[in-house]
């Protein structure tokens, strides 16, 4: 795979060129915390020759060290209270860049340690954030052959090492990112299932695809109309796959997710106009992120948590055959349910992943499922970058959303919790009353009050798990996870995709 290798080094010699690392990386809020007394002592020189030093990301010419090379990457604004460990990720990812246009080839990373509880993870984060700025897109890849810029990265430590986990993340996040970033042909419904496919093959991973359009059709409805006017043409068939990550030993929780994995959103016959069509190419993120999630869980295998997933892929596109506004539609869970935009179609696949993970939700131990999903603009409006995590009341109860934010803020992907409230399920009244619900207004949800709030209320009711609240024989533990604003960085239409929010899941999964 084309990412990142990282390398636990502990020897203090290394930063004099032992074991042929080509440059020192530094990060650090503090030029007197480095510790090292020849780096310390050239930094400060540095400072004096160049102001730049100890203020912004710096080269300097290092005689005696790997490579001869020093890049010293100041962390700004720790003393601001509002910040979070994510200030390691800039300047670890500033300074890695200077490395790689520098010609090195086996950077040395040295991550300061910090007593402040927010930056536990900073060397952790800081190397995740480097593979973030070395990844490129699979269609420049494969067009040119181009080889990961280096060879690898040494992760100077005197206490730990992070080498195995980093690079299981890592990997999980470079399969995420190529899922989610590549165009709609190259990363159809069913190259998506054949890629997540090979990069999963002779794993511990159980996987299966279900492509027949009988049974698509008959078990997976609301999906299979949204996919209505793909399925004339073969390449643009939906897909459903199903993954499973069973540990050895004991299980004592289940985790449960459905992923959207909308190839391309052209809005259906609510046709999106006015530009708002390009990107929509990204729509699978967040089923990207769940199969990069199996990918390190993969290789890592924890103890004592299964994991299942159902990825949802479909191309909402429009034609002859396209499903309608006004149609009413029986849910897998047996819901009748009124399409009110077609445009909002992502809820549409996840609730019927969802109906069949309830049943499997029933029989497991200690289950908490999951929605993760590129799901609106209104989010986007509320909350910017961050994803938000919107639980019912099961898992309000077991504080699910609020752990998930915690875990997830150490490791650079900060939560915000929305709070689903009794104006959200009204909004998905059918006035009609010839179907029990509607699956949405007929507004962008950019322009609609609790735009990103009331989707999850649909989710509850089409799928069945409405029926498994709090005081229900079986009540069943469910967040929704929209992370239309995270799923990318930089430009809104073409910008990297994130992998968000793998990493957070993952701490979240394995120290619940």
């Known amino acids: 795979m084309f990412q990142v290798n990282f390398v636990d080094v502990k020897a203090e010699n290394a930063i004099f060129d032992g074991e042929g690392w080509d440059a020192v990386v530094v990060v650090t809020p ?37 490579g001869g090379r020093l890049i010293i990457a100041p962390v700004t604004q720790v003393n601001d209270e509002y910040v979070d460990v994510r200030v390691y990720a800039d300047a670890a990812r500033a300074a890695i860049a200077i490395a790689k246009e520098a010609g090195a080839k086996r950077p040395l990373l040295y991550v300061v340690p910090s007593k402040d509880s927010r930056f536990s993870f900073a060397a952790e984060v800081a190397a995740l954030a480097c593979g973030q700025e070395l990844w490129q897109t699979l269609e420049l890849r494969e067009a040119t052959g181009l080889t990961p810029a280096f060879e690898a990265i040494g992760l100077l430590s005197l206490s730990t090492h992070n080498s195995n986990l980093l690079n299981a993340l890592e990997a999980g996040r470079v399969l995420a990112r190529d899922l989610c970033g590549t165009e709609p042909e190259r990363m159809s419904a069913k190259a998506f299932a054949d890629y997540c496919l090979q990069s999963l093959a002779g794993s511990v991973i159980k996987t299966a695809v279900v492509e027949d359009r009988d049974i698509l059709e008959r078990d997976y409805p609301l999906l299979s109309a949204v996919a209505r006017s793909s399925f004339a043409v073969g390449r643009h068939q939906p897909r459903v796959v199903k993954l499973e990550y069973l540990p050895e030993g004991e299980v004592t929780r289940t985790f449960l997710f459905a992923g959207k994995g909308v190839i391309y959103d052209t809005g259906g016959a609510d046709l999106k106009v006015g530009g708002s069509m390009a990107g929509m190419s990204r729509d699978k993120g967040g089923a990207s992120a769940v199969a990069g999630l199996f990918k390190t869980l993969s290789m890592l295998k924890p103890k004592g948590i299964r994991v299942i997933a159902e990825l949802g892929l479909v191309r909402n596109s429009i034609g002859s055959e396209a499903f309608v506004t006004d149609e009413i539609i029986t849910s897998h869970a047996g819901v009748r349910v009124r399409i009110g935009n077609t445009d909002a179609e992502g809820r549409l696949v996840l609730a019927d992943l969802l109906s069949h993970l309830r049943i499997k939700a029933v029989s497991a131990v200690k289950p908490e499922m999951f929605s993760v999903a590129t799901l609106t603009g209104h989010v986007v409006r509320c909350y910017g970058s961050y994803p938000a995590a919107v639980e019912n009341s099961v898992a309000s109860a077991q504080q699910c959303a609020v752990t998930l934010q915690q875990q997830a803020t150490q490791w650079g992907e900060p939560f915000e919790v929305s709070t689903l409230r009794p104006e959200d399920f009204a909004k998905i009244r059918d006035v009609s009353g010839a179907a029990e619900m509607l699956s949405s207004n007929n507004a962008p949800s950019s322009i609609t009050a609790r735009g990103h709030q009331y989707p999850a209320a649909f989710l509850l009711k089409a799928s069945g798990l409405f029926d498994h609240g709090v005081t229900a024989p079986i009540p069943l533990a469910y967040m929704h996870l929209d992370i239309a604003g995270s799923a990318t960085e930089g430009d809104p239409l073409y910008g990297k995709p994130t992998a968000s929010p793998l990493v957070g899941l993952y701490q979240y999964l394995i120290n619940r």
Do not use: C
């Open 30 to 66: 503090d030029l007197d915390a480095i510790g090292f007394d020849e780096i310390g002592l050239l930094a400060k020189h540095g400072a004096h020759v160049d102001k730049r030093v100890g203020k912004s990301p710096t080269l300097l010419f290092a005689p005696g060290l790997a």
